[in-house]
């Protein structure tokens, strides 16, 4: 009889080692392996495969009835997951502990039961007493939510097939789910990928929206994320500080919608409170006169947002500048600080360097490039920007300004928030706002006003 042989996987990323290590050597992560085993197999001799069946083939001509989204009635989660639920799906939803994952995921499932909708949400953290406490927090016990806890897959299929596919599932947490079939405990990689694909065929084969739970990591990364990401059709993170009230919904992967689209909210006493308005909330109160911050017409996924960005530039305390940076790419700021030395001679490259953007936004876009070297330069030579104007453009190596896409939903958004004036990049051509174009680094060194400790580019 053969024997089982065990195999050591990694529960950050999946990968699979002939021996036990304290660190994966894929991932760099330390005392993730666990052994699994692997099943025994039916026979030790050659192995024999069964004759498959022939399916029809289609052409690409051939045109299926494009499927109604569920509309949950929370706009903002409607938008991200890109106008709806759509039938059949599976949406992994992950966060911080605490950041309220499971307040947003009941949330929706109740406004789409009072729209009429079948609803069923199975917790395997909490039992049914804590979940029904925060429906009553949030005001929505009478919503029609068929509610269930439960942590072995095969209970949890069988109840959803004894009676009508309900048109959405909610699933709290993934990591909590194991099946009867593996020996590992539940939350390992063999486990939570069984359990997910076991829970993807069912939507898929019954049209039922699935949404699944799942925790992140000390890296900010869904746990076991090779294992999991590519079985479902969108990935969706919660993001949010537990101090500030503001959390920012981000799709990273979709299949049905755009990626990089963001949903905000505020968390409040009772739920999530919809913001109607981010630009205004990102930007504040900005009655302050103090050099070191400008306004960044941005663009995340298809919505156009402004932000703050703020920098403070100090002599530096020791022999190493700092460098400090919340919101935006460290490697960015680094190669700003150089452009701005190098080709236009400021001077600030001895000095500590500590960029913000304002109300917890993580901002990717190369276009916020202008605004972050703005901000440095009005920091760095004590002259303050003018309140009523924006910037957008990447900056290059050589020191010249880029155009950025979508300029004129960018200036639109300004426009409607009372901004007149724009720092834009030299070939930018839209209406409604005064345009200050500008070529290079140079350009906006003269437009602030700073010194320059040498000659920079001309």
Same mark, same amino acid.
């Given at each position: 009889?053969?024997?089982?042989?065990?195999?050591?996987?990694?529960?950050?990323?999946?990968?699979?080692?002939?021996?036990?290590?304290?660190?994966?050597?894929?991932?760099?992560?330390?005392?993730?392996?666990?052994?699994?085993?692997?099943?025994?197999?039916?026979?030790?001799?050659?192995?024999?495969?069964?004759?498959?069946?022939?399916?029809?083939?289609?052409?690409?001509?051939?045109?299926?009835?494009?499927?109604?989204?569920?509309?949950?009635?929370?706009?903002? *989660? /409607?938008? $991200?997951?890109?106008?709806?639920?759509?039938?059949?799906?599976? =949406? +992994? %939803? !992950?966060?911080?502990?605490?950041? #309220?994952?499971?307040?947003?995921?009941?949330?929706?499932?109740?406004?789409?039961?009072?729209?009429?909708?079948?609803?069923?949400?199975?917790?395997?953290?909490?039992?049914?007493?804590?979940?029904?406490?925060?429906?009553?927090?949030?005001?929505?016990?009478?919503?029609?939510?068929?509610?269930?806890?439960?942590?072995?897959?095969?209970?949890?299929?069988?109840?959803?097939?004894?009676?009508?596919?309900?048109?959405?599932?909610?699933?709290?947490?993934?990591?909590?789910?194991?099946?009867?079939?593996?020996?590992?405990?539940?939350?390992?990689?063999?486990?939570?990928?069984?359990?997910? *694909? /076991?829970? $993807?065929?069912?939507?898929?084969?019954?049209?039922?929206?699935? =949404? +699944? %739970? !799942?925790?992140?990591?000390?890296? #900010?990364?869904?746990?076991?994320?090779?294992?999991?990401?590519?079985?479902?059709?969108?990935?969706?993170?919660?993001?949010?500080?537990?101090?500030?009230?503001?959390?920012?919904?981000?799709?990273?992967?979709?299949?049905?919608?755009?990626?990089?689209?963001?949903?905000?909210?505020?968390?409040?006493?009772?739920?999530?409170?919809?913001?109607?308005?981010?630009?205004?909330?990102?930007?504040?109160?900005?009655?302050?006169?103090?050099?070191?911050?400008?306004?960044?017409?941005?663009?995340?996924?298809?919505?156009?947002?402004?932000?703050?960005?703020?920098?403070?530039?100090?002599?530096?305390?020791?022999?190493?500048?700092?460098?400090?940076?919340?919101?935006?790419?460290?490697?960015?700021?680094?190669?700003?600080?150089?452009?701005?030395?190098?080709?236009?001679?400021?001077?600030?490259?001895?000095?500590?360097?500590?960029?913000?953007?304002?109300?917890?936004?993580?901002?990717?876009?190369?276009?916020?490039?202008?605004?972050?070297?703005?901000?440095?330069?009005?920091?760095?030579?004590?002259?303050?920007?003018?309140?009523?104007?924006?910037?957008?453009?990447?900056?290059?190596?050589?020191?010249?300004?880029?155009?950025?896409?979508?300029?004129?939903?960018?200036?639109?958004?300004?426009?409607?928030?009372?901004?007149?004036?724009?720092?834009?990049?030299?070939?930018?051509?839209?209406?409604?706002?005064?345009?200050?174009?500008?070529?290079?680094?140079?350009?906006?060194?003269?437009?602030?006003?700073?010194?320059?400790?040498?000659?920079?580019?001309?």
């Amino acid at each position: 009889m053969a024997r089982s042989q065990a195999n050591f996987v990694c529960q950050a990323c999946g990968a699979v080692h002939a021996k036990w290590s304290g660190k994966c050597d894929a991932c760099g992560a330390w005392n993730s392996i666990i052994e699994e085993g692997a099943p025994v197999p039916a026979c030790s001799g050659a192995m024999r495969r069964v004759k498959g069946r022939p399916f029809a083939l289609e052409d690409l001509k051939t045109q299926d009835k494009e499927q109604e989204r569920r509309i949950t009635g929370v706009g903002e *989660f /409607d938008r $991200v997951c890109g106008g709806g639920l759509v039938p059949g799906s599976a =949406i +992994l %939803v !992950g966060g911080d502990p605490g950041v #309220g994952k499971s307040t947003l995921i009941l949330q929706a499932l109740a406004a789409y039961a009072k729209k009429g909708g079948r609803t069923i949400y199975i917790s395997g953290e909490e039992a049914m007493a804590q979940v029904r406490m925060r429906a009553s927090r949030m005001e929505v016990s009478d919503a029609p939510v068929a509610l269930g806890s439960a942590t072995c897959v095969e209970d949890i299929l069988s109840t959803l097939e004894k009676g009508k596919a309900p048109d959405v599932i909610a699933i709290d947490s993934i990591q909590t789910i194991w099946t009867s079939a593996l020996e590992a405990a539940p939350g390992t990689i063999a486990q939570v990928r069984t359990a997910c *694909f /076991d829970l $993807v065929r069912y939507a898929k084969s019954s049209g039922a929206a699935l =949404i +699944l %739970v !799942g925790h992140v990591t000390k890296e #900010g990364q869904i746990a076991g994320p090779k294992a999991v990401e590519h079985l479902v059709d969108a990935v969706l993170y919660f993001e949010g500080e537990r101090g500030p009230q503001f959390r920012v919904l981000r799709a990273v992967k979709h299949r049905f919608g755009p990626t990089d689209e963001i949903g905000v909210f505020e968390m409040t006493g009772k739920w999530l409170a919809e913001v109607a308005n981010p630009s205004a909330l990102f930007l504040g109160d900005r009655n302050s006169a103090s050099p070191g911050t400008a306004v960044f017409a941005g663009i995340e996924g298809t919505r156009p947002l402004l932000v703050e960005i703020q920098a403070l530039v100090a002599e530096a305390g020791y022999g190493t500048p700092r460098r400090a940076v919340v919101g935006w790419d460290t490697g960015r700021l680094a190669m700003i600080l150089a452009v701005l030395d190098a080709r236009g001679g400021l001077g600030v490259s001895a000095h500590d360097v500590y960029l913000n953007v304002a109300g917890g936004l993580k901002v990717g876009e190369p276009a916020a490039d202008l605004a972050a070297a703005a901000a440095l330069i009005s920091s760095f030579s004590g002259q303050a920007l003018p309140h009523d104007t924006v910037f957008f453009g990447e900056i290059s190596l050589s020191g010249d300004v880029r155009p950025a896409p979508q300029a004129e939903l960018r200036l639109k958004e300004a426009a409607k928030l009372g901004f007149s004036t724009a720092v834009v990049p030299q070939e930018t051509r839209a209406e409604g706002l005064n345009l200050r174009p500008i070529k290079d680094v140079g350009d906006l060194l003269a437009l602030v006003g700073a010194p320059r400790a040498r000659g920079g580019k001309a």
